[in-house]
Structure formats: C-alpha cells, structure tokens
Antibody
Framework: EVQLVESGGGLVKPGGSLRLSCAASGFTFSSYSMNWVRQAPGKGLEWVSSISSSSSYIYYADSVKGRFTISRDNAKNSLYLQMNSLRAEDTAVYYC??????????????WGQGTLVTVSS | DIQLTQSPSFLSASVGDRVTITCRASQGISSYLAWYQQKPGKAPKLLIYAASTLQSGVPSRFSGSGSGTEFTLTISSLQPEDFATYYCQQLNSYPFTFGPGTKVDIK
C-alpha cells in the first residue's frame, strides 16, 4: 500500500525556519517525481515545489523561490522541504504528493495527510 | 504562468443530478489537465488525468473531456458522497497551477 506521511509542521515566528519531511512507503520512491502542495486555511490548493526522481530537476512557485528548498533522500525514501524566512502568508497545510506519468501527465495520484504550518508571532 | 479559471465557483445540486464543471486555461495546455476531489479536512483525491482518463478506482459516473484551453468534468448522476470541492490542475508547464475550485453543495 502506498503511504506518504508528512511531519515537521508546527508554530513558528515570522522570519523563522522549519523543515518538513515526507516518509514514503509501498512503492519504489526513487522512480517518481515528488511535489509539495499547500493549502491556506479556507483557501484553494497551491503547488509549491517539484523534484524529479534523481533530483536533477527542481522547480518552485514564485511565492517561495529563494526561501524554500526541496530535497530528497532516495536511500531513506524521504522527501523534504526546508522553509526559511517564513511569513504569515506561508501558513497552510502542506501536503506531499507523488507525481505519476512522464512529465506529470498522470497528475498527483497519492497524497499524504498533510502537516500544518502556522507562522505567527 | 498559466492561469486556470473554473466555473461555476459554487453549485447547488440534488442527488441524481448531472453536474458539469468547466476549467479554462489562459493558454493551450494540450491534454495536460487533472481533476481532483477534496472533502473537508482531507487530502485531494485524483479523479481524472490527461484530461479524460479515469483514475483507477474512481466511479464511472465521473468523466472528463476537452483539450487546449477548455475542459469539463462531468458527474453523470450525483451521489451523496460526491458533495465536495473540485479542482483542476494543469501539468503542461511549471508552475503546476490549480484552479480556484468549485464547491458542490446539496440543494
């Protein structure tokens, strides 16, 4: 069974940092591109970042570029999101999601349960 | 960046109704479009990918169509478990933008 389990969320002050993790199981993690998607309270979905299977290709939303860093450790079946210089507008539930199909043609077929990040003083 | 719009933003429907949601892209995205269903407090669920391919395990009352800039998600006969918010997403180019969502509520 495919499982994605996020952790690392919590309350952080503006300007602070947080590192999210996503533990993957039930599939060959190293064969898939992975993504982070967030959802602010009561709002829609926002794609945050993508990393290819071998970390060769990395992309970010403009809203987080220069502040967030996506990475992965295929030996540990884990995905990460290092979030620096956090702002109130980064407050959201953060989901990791598996991308299926070449070039994302299959969409995001498995999602974690999400981890809440709250940026507030 | 490619922008997605969805219409309507909200719709009220009854069990058994046929429901259609439209997603429009600001530029052509071929068939690189996915549809998701999200219920409160839950992660999104993939329904349709490549504009018209039904994800495994998704009931056949869901269907998708379109290419280029205009796409539709149709629920042929709305069931109680289908009341949720629906999002489209383009995967033609980064950033992989989502539409603003359509909330389907009970009439």
């Amino acid at each position: 069974e495919v499982q994605l389990v996020e952790s690392g969320g919590g309350l952080v002050k503006p300007g602070g940092s947080l590192r999210l993790s996503c533990a993957a199981s039930g599939f060959t993690f190293s064969s898939y591109s992975m993504n982070w998607v967030r959802q602010a309270p009561g709002k829609g979905l926002e794609w945050v970042s993508s990393i290819s299977s071998s970390s060769s290709y990395i992309y970010y939303a403009d809203s987080v570029k220069g502040r967030f860093t996506i990475s992965r450790d295929n030996a540990k079946n884990s995905l990460y999101l290092q979030m620096n210089s956090l702002r109130a507008e980064d407050t959201a539930v953060y989901y990791c999601a598996r991308e299926v199909g070449s070039g994302g043609t299959g969409g995001f077929d498995y999602w974690g349960q999400g981890t809440l990040v709250t940026v507030s003083s | 960046d490619i922008q997605l719009t969805q219409s309507p933003s909200f719709l009220s429907a009854s069990v058994g109704d046929r429901v259609t949601i439209t997603c429009r892209a600001s530029q052509g995205i071929s068939s690189y479009l996915a549809w998701y269903q999200q219920k409160p407090g839950k992660a999104p669920k993939l329904l349709i990918y490549a504009a018209s391919t039904l994800q495994s395990g998704v009931p056949s009352r869901f269907s998708g169509s379109g290419s280029g800039t205009e796409f539709t998600l149709t629920i042929s006969s709305l069931q109680p478990e289908d009341f949720a918010t629906y999002y489209c997403q383009q995967l033609n180019s980064y950033p992989f933008t989502f539409g603003p969502g359509t909330k389907v509520d009970i009439k």
